[in-house]
């Protein structure tokens, strides 16, 4: 079974930082692109950065370029996002997705919230 566990959210003031994990279980991890989708209130998902199954390759949205970072590491089977400089819009649910092709998806994780306010 396919399983995506995300931890690390939380509240946090503007300029602030926060580091999200995803533990992945039940498939291997090390042979498939990941990625972070966000989902602020109200609002649709968000795609928010990928990483290739290696690590040495990844994309940011605009929105996050600069300020975020995505990693993992294959030998803990875990997918990482470190935000920095995190503002009021980055608010929202983060969930870490397993891509099944570049431009889609097949598992979720129950995603984590991250809420930014002084």
């Known amino acids: 079974e396919v399983k995506l566990v995300e931890s690390g959210g939380g509240l946090v003031q503007p300029g602030g930082s926060l580091t999200l994990s995803c533990v992945a279980s039940g498939f291997t991890f090390s042979s498939y692109a990941m990625s972070w989708v966000r989902q602020a209130p109200g609002k649709g998902l968000e795609w928010v950065s990928a990483i290739n199954s290696g690590g040495g390759s990844t994309t940011d949205a605009d929105s996050v370029k600069g300020r975020f970072t995505i990693s993992r590491d294959n030998a803990k089977n875990t997918l990482y996002l470190q935000m920095n400089s995190l503002k009021p819009e980055d608010t929202a649910v983060y969930y870490c997705?397993?891509?099944?092709?570049?431009?889609?998806?097949?598992?979720w994780g129950q995603g984590t919230q991250v809420t930014v306010s002084s």
């Open positions: 997705a397993k891509q099944r092709t570049s431009v889609s998806y097949d598992y």
